[in-house]
């Protein structure tokens, strides 16, 4: 079966010449679908830099990246913002929420750039925000919920193109532990129901050890690929 994301010696560097600042070292692993993998290390190791070459954010110096068995690293920009749309999802630490729209229409967002029709994208956007504990909120605007509440609006958000795979770079590092376990468990029941991978940031080692897989960066190295204890 082909992976759904295969990286081969990937590596990146920032500035020039004397300046040039080699951050990712021939970077090499698969992921499949469904996968639910937590990506660790240290401050500075590299794991924002590599989440960004995942997500077709940036150009990786060399070596390859196969999403769903497509060579990525050549496509044009246009071609990349395509397929980023079609097949990936993101959560960030702090949400990025719109806040001049409601729960609602933020979810509606990334489909509604697409021209889709308002009344499919309404029912959907309700069912995945009911899904994840937010009905009677979809008209509240950002100010007017919680943390946790507009971090759930923001896994929703990435959820609504029904992405093979979410990238999540830290996206419970600024809420209370309680929150935390609420949100980690919204992200793993839709990993088991729907079958969506997840490639997740976290420097919390309780989220890690409970990740059915743990890759470690050091220095822009992999130096660990770790299944969780069975």
Known sequence: MTPLLQLRDVCH??????NRQ???????FTLAAGEFTALVGQSGSGKSTLLNQVGLLEHAASGSIRLNGREVTTLD???RTRLRNEQLG???QFHHLLN???ALENVMVPLKIRGQPEKALRERARSLLDRAGLSGL????????SGGQQQRVAIVRA?????????????????DSETTGRIFELL?????????????????DGLAAACDRRLTLKDGRLTGDSAAAP
């Open 13 to 18: 560097a920032y500035g020039e010449g004397e």
């Open 22 to 28: 080699p951050v990712l070292h021939h970077v090499s």
């Open 77 to 79: 920009d246009d071609a």
């Open 90 to 92: 993101f959560i960030f």
């Open 100 to 102: 001049a729209f409601t």
């Open 138 to 145: 979809e008209n509240r605007f950002p100010n007017q919920l």
């Open 159 to 175: 959820l609504m193109a029904g992405p093979a795979l979410v990238l999540a770079d830290e996206p419970t590092g600024n809420l």
């Open 188 to 204: 793993r029941q839709i990993n088991r129901e729907d079958g969506t991978a997840f490639l997740i940031v976290t420097h919390d």
